[in-house]
């Protein structure tokens, strides 16, 4: 038995290398540095996809058989992240979800960082919310084609940690375009703290977008959470985004104040995740442009 015992504690070492690269890691953003300003346009093209960490899910059956890629780097992950990237170019603002800040399972490789550059939008912004160490390193991800006036990011309430939000804002410091990003957990109970959360932070604002999984029906949301009280305009039952493969739940969402006119909204077929993506063309609110 004591034959085993200097393997066993280089395995050992080895594990808790693994799982504490010694400082923690935090998000990581690609800085204000040639990003071009937010245009005075009138309209602006938003996107949220949950990305599943690069890994393709055509069945329910994938989710055992292919369940080693959450931990394990695959030989597809790259491929499907330059089809994500070639999709989410077309896109002004861009909500992304269970991307990995660059672990094992990514090949060490931040996602977010990988798709801007991937896709050309200029400014990323990665938010870390569970630390698995060099295991995994679950974040939320913004890509933007404009440089936004800042961009914060909060822990959600939960029993379980690691749901996050990211708020960035656009346009005039008096009246800004707010878009929150979230990720949001799968109880109703904690759906409706975290919505709370997020109900006061932008309760003192008027044109207010609220986009990401959401892991609910927006009837829900908007009927039985602190959403309530908001005039909230979601898209329609129908937008159906899971599973990708025979869509039949409407669980992420891009939900928007009605100031801000609904020019096309559509769930996008593209069957990378087991998500599809959500798209919608937003107006700006008449007169809001002549103010830059």
Not at 63 to 80: G, I
Request: proline share 6%; hydrophobic share 35%.
């Amino acid at each position: 038995m004591a034959s085993f015992d200097p393997m066993y504690r280089r395995i050992q070492k080895q594990l808790r290398s693994w799982m504490d690269p010694g400082e923690s890691r935090r998000g990581a953003c690609s800085g204000m540095e040639h990003v071009p300003v937010f245009e005075a346009q009138r309209h602006i093209r938003l996107l949220t996809f949950n990305i599943q960490v690069g890994i393709t899910t055509s069945s329910y059956r994938h989710y055992v058989t292919r369940s080693w890629q959450h931990f394990l780097p695959h030989s597809k992950s790259f491929d499907n992240l330059d089809r994500i990237a070639s999709l989410v170019g077309h896109y002004d603002v861009v909500a992304l979800q269970e991307c990995d800040g660059g672990s094992l399972r990514s090949g060490f490789i931040n996602q977010v960082q990988y798709l801007a550059e991937a896709s050309g939008l200029p400014y990323w912004h990665q938010q870390l919310n569970r630390n698995l160490g060099r295991l995994a390193q679950h974040s939320n991800g913004l890509l933007s084609r404009y440089r936004p006036l800042e961009v914060s990011e909060y822990r959600l309430p939960g029993v379980i940690p690691g749901r996050g939000a990211i708020v960035a804002k656009y346009g005039s410091q008096d009246d800004p375009l707010v878009l929150v990003m979230m990720h949001l957990s799968l109880s109703k109970a904690a759906q409706h703290r975290q919505l709370g959360f997020i109900r006061e932070l932008v309760a003192d604002y008027q044109h207010v977008v609220l986009m990401g999984d959401m892991n609910n029906h927006a009837e829900e949301l908007l009927q039985n959470t602190p959403l309530s009280d908001t005039d909230l305009i979601p898209l329609p039952d129908t937008a159906h985004s899971f599973p990708s493969w025979r869509p039949e739940r409407a669980l992420d969402h891009i939900l928007v104040s009605p100031s801000l006119e609904i020019r096309r909204s559509e769930v996008v077929s593209y069957p990378v995740s087991d998500h599809l993506p959500i798209a919608m063309d937003i107006a700006l609110p008449k007169g809001y442009v002549e103010k830059f």
